[in-house]
């Protein structure tokens, strides 16, 4: 429940019945609705910037009316909305699609207030070559002469260069082989609607990104974690006969949330396996650009020889993931049965974002950008080891990350991570718990976000917070 008002001290009606009449205007406007619930009564003073007596006033003035119910432990909720002409929309708020999950929801809304985000997967602004891509929409400008939808896969120059670029990566296709989506995310959607059928498993990493998603959840497919060693995930542990649909979903190279590589011989032996037994692979290689010592071992698509593999880009981490753009590799029948989908979805991804992006891939100055990135995301991860080596050496473990954004910190079984969350929340402080990613005992740290220093005051408070857990 979203409050961003307060009363006015000026007016001559009084504060109780300017805060009583505002909850009545949002219940009839719908955007309160039955069965929600209020603040606590301090919150709400404090929201509202009066008195607790003020709220406690406006409240029974509401309940002696109907609009608002109390229980005993359960707090205030709204009651009726009968009084106002008002739909009831909560009936139809439990469509198809799952919720997110609570945590996420609270990571969501509160990256936009005041905290310190170690939680997010996105570069600092900082690091976006402003200079670059404002070069780059001044040239493609006299270019727009019309904004007309595109074809169905996307535009034919973007699709060529990102073929060009996937063949450094050993990945031989036509730009028929390449689908334009909304990002990664639209990617995984249309698999999950257009490809698979209810009652599918699909197996990944034990702690995978695709956990605190409801993508696949909500078209009645169930998501199966198979552990990883040190080598990457242990696909012989994958049920190699089933009745039911089945797929992998992998992120190989600087996995989300744990940063862990597959070794090029597990990605041989998994494309072997895959092969017998008929087993389709989504390869997710958000990060793959990112490495900060050595590039990552060839992507499973470019040792495919089968077409098991649907191959999944995006131009999200490494540069821009307000542009929407991501791209999805794969057999040209099912690159035409996805785009046949996506029609009927959204009708393409943005033109403009497009002609955009395909004027910085086909320029070797995006290059030289991404070279300088990797420079200063070394930094930052150097930095985030140095101050996780000060304050948690002796409460936490970590692998260095040789890529991407992340540093998955595990914690001693007595630390109860959500619990965590909530403690750190108070000190406004934001961090990936590792529930969200479907294992207990760890939490993901971004250190791309944050500047270094920032990082190391929130690691310094996170460390008290996890000592004072420890004794609790
Ligand atoms: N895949 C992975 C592994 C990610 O971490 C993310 C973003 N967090 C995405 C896909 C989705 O990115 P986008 O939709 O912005 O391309």
Redesign the pocket.
């Known amino acids: 429940m979203e409050i961003n008002w307060q009363p006015d001290p000026q007016v001559t009606t009084p504060l109780y019945q300017q805060i009583s009449a505002y909850c009545r205007q949002q219940i009839q406007q719908g955007n309160w609705l039955v069965g929600e619930k209020l603040p606590a009564q301090r919150q709400l003073a404090a929201q509202f910037n009066v008195n607790r007596s003020t709220i406690v006033t406006a409240l029974n003035d509401l309940q002696a009316d109907g609009v608002l119910s109390s229980a005993y432990g359960d707090g205030t909720r709204v009651a009726s909305n009968t009084w106002s002409l008002a739909l009831d929309w909560q009936p139809y708020l439990h469509g198809q699609f799952n919720a997110n999950l609570p945590t996420i929801q609270t990571i969501n809304r509160l990256e936009g207030e005041s905290y310190l985000r170690l939680s997010t997967?996105e570069l600092a602004p900082e690091l976006f070559p402003q200079k670059l891509v404002q070069a780059k929409l001044q040239a493609i400008t006299p270019q727009i002469t019309q904004m007309n939808y595109l074809e169905p896969l996307g535009a034919l120059n973007l699709r060529q260069a990102l073929a060009k670029r996937l063949q450094r990566w050993h990945i031989d296709v036509q730009p028929e082989n390449i689908l334009i989506t909304t990002?990664?995310?639209?990617a995984l959607d249309l698999i999950s609607v257009a490809l698979l059928k209810p009652g599918a498993t699909v197996y990944t990493e034990a702690a995978t990104?695709l956990k605190s998603l409801q993508v696949f959840q909500s078209a009645a497919a169930t998501l199966t974690g198979i552990p990883q060693d040190d080598a990457g995930l242990c696909y012989w542990q994958i049920p190699p006969h089933s009745t039911t649909q089945q797929l992998l979903y992998t992120?190989p190279s600087f996995q989300?949330p744990t940063g862990s590589v597959m070794s090029l011989q597990r990605r041989q032996q998994l494309l072997q396996f895959a092969q017998k037994h008929q087993l389709p692979i989504i390869e997710?290689t958000?990060?793959q650009e990112l490495w900060l010592e050595t590039p990552p071992p060839l992507p499973l698509k470019a040792l495919d020889r089968a077409n098991n593999v649907l191959y999944?880009g995006?131009i999200?981490?490494t540069l821009a993931?307000g542009l929407?753009i991501?791209w999805l590799v794969g057999p040209a029948a099912v690159i035409r049965r996805l785009s046949d989908v996506k029609m009927q979805t959204d009708y393409g991804a943005s033109s403009l974002a497009q002609q955009l992006l395909a004027a910085l891939l086909t320029d070797s100055a995006y290059d030289a950008y991404l070279t300088e990135l990797r420079q200063q995301l070394r930094q930052r991860r150097d930095a985030a080891l140095a101050s996780l080596q000060d304050y948690l050496a002796d409460v936490a473990t970590w692998q260095i990350p040789r890529g991407g954004f992340y540093i998955w910190l595990k914690l001693a079984p007595t630390i109860n991570v959500e619990r965590l969350f909530q403690a750190a929340l108070k000190r406004h402080i934001l961090f990936n718990p590792g529930t969200i990613y479907g294992t207990n005992q760890a939490l993901r740290l971004s250190f791309a976000y944050v500047a270094p220093a920032e990082f190391r005051q929130g690691i310094a408070v996170l460390a008290q917070l996890i000592k004072r857990a420890r004794k609790d």
């Not at 990002?183 to 639209?186: P, T």
């Open positions: 997967g990002g990664s995310l639209q990104y992120i989300n997710d958000a990060y999944l995006t999200s981490k993931p929407r991501g």
